[in-house]
């Protein structure tokens, strides 16, 4: 085929099926017929028009997960045939400071899949051979796609720091992301707090891995957590600061609020609750590609898998709608089988 569909989104709230031209992949690019893409929350910066110029069409998505097809020039490790996913870290450029230094993730000149640089919203996606992550057998493509970024997100957040296991680790939030921290907590072998609004999450919180369940909207969640020993780890997913705000206490004496959920409100709180404890709050911004191999080989080892709900390709921007209006359980993805 000479030509492939794809949605762009331009403006604000728009997506648009179009016919794009089949291209050779650049030099260090890979080419993937996508089977599967991941309908994640931060889809919001290309389809609500949260960037530099939202009259630039881009195409959204980033939990790809696709069989290379072709590769460009001077890639040497990738091959047609090879299955592999793309996250929102779309590879690193080998060349910046932080790169030189190992650090991938801040690498300076990498794209975002799906936000800067084209995505998964498409038959066809283009790729950095430094941002491909082999996908192992036994995991299904839709299976794939949302491990690739709300679970490798998590599953970093969780080894933030040096926490023991049988430590009392907190997961705020039961969604997308908090669905699949539940699950790894459990296996990382920690005692698993959830926290989520709403006595009615409790079951689906012990079905995923939670011990104890804390509803914030009946108790204050700081206080419930002291009253536990206080947690070594709270892993915050809800995208509000506010909610997150009063956590800060019911850390454990050198305990740390690791922050995944993004909100355009801020985190509030006292120099004491941080001084006295030695406590801390720190961000975490998903993982680089091997890290993502680590992810997905831990997966398959531990049986964690996302909750998902399939939508066909063609309706693209239904699938969006439902991520957005937080009714999903857990997490949507586009099928290319469907």
Not at 295 to 322: C, K, Q, S, W
Request: proline letters at 5%; charged letters at 20%.
């Amino acid at each position: 085929m000479s030509t492939y569909r794809a949605f762009e989104a331009t403006g604000v709230h728009q997506l648009r099926l179009v016919e794009r031209e089949l291209a050779e992949p650049a030099p260090g690019q890979v080419r993937l017929r996508v089977e599967a893409c991941g309908v994640c929350h931060t889809d919001v910066l290309a389809v609500e028009g949260l960037r530099p110029d939202p009259s630039e069409p881009i195409v959204p998505g980033h939990e790809i997960v696709g069989v290379i097809d072709a590769v460009g020039p001077g890639v040497t490790a990738w091959q047609p045939g090879d299955r592999v996913g793309v996250g929102f870290l779309g590879g690193q450029c080998w060349e910046c400071e932080p790169c030189r230094r190992g650090d991938f993730v801040n690498c300076l000149n990498q794209q975002q899949t799906g936000t800067t640089d084209d995505g998964g919203y498409a038959e066809v996606a283009y790729a950095r051979a430094s941002g491909l992550v082999r996908i192992p057998d036994g995991l299904t493509a839709v299976e794939a796609a949302p491990l690739l970024c709300a679970g490798l997100t998590t599953f970093i957040a969780l080894q933030q720091q040096s926490t023991r296991a049988g430590s009392l680790v907190a997961v705020q939030g039961i969604g997308g992301l908090g669905h699949l921290a539940l699950q790894y907590a459990r296996s990382l072998g920690h005692r698993v707090v959830a926290i989520a609004r709403g006595a009615e999450k409790e079951k689906a919180a012990r079905e995923l891995g939670a011990h104890e369940y804390i509803d914030s909207t009946a108790q204050d969640p700081a206080e419930a957590l002291r009253e536990l020993g206080g947690a070594a780890l709270i892993v915050a997913t809800a995208s509000s600061g506010a909610s997150m705000s009063p956590l800060v206490d019911g850390l454990a004496p050198g305990g740390q609020l690791v922050v995944v959920g993004a909100s355009a409100d801020p985190i509030t709180v006292s120099t004491s609750s941080l001084i006295f404890g030695t406590r801390s709050i720190t961000g975490s911004l998903t993982g680089s590609s091997i890290q993502n191999e680590d992810n997905l080989a831990f997966t398959l080892a531990h049986g964690i898998r996302p909750a998902t709900e399939t939508v066909p390709f063609e309706r693209a921007m239904d699938a969006y709608e439902r991520m957005l209006s937080g009714r999903a359980r857990f997490r949507v993805v586009l099928d290319m089988a469907s």
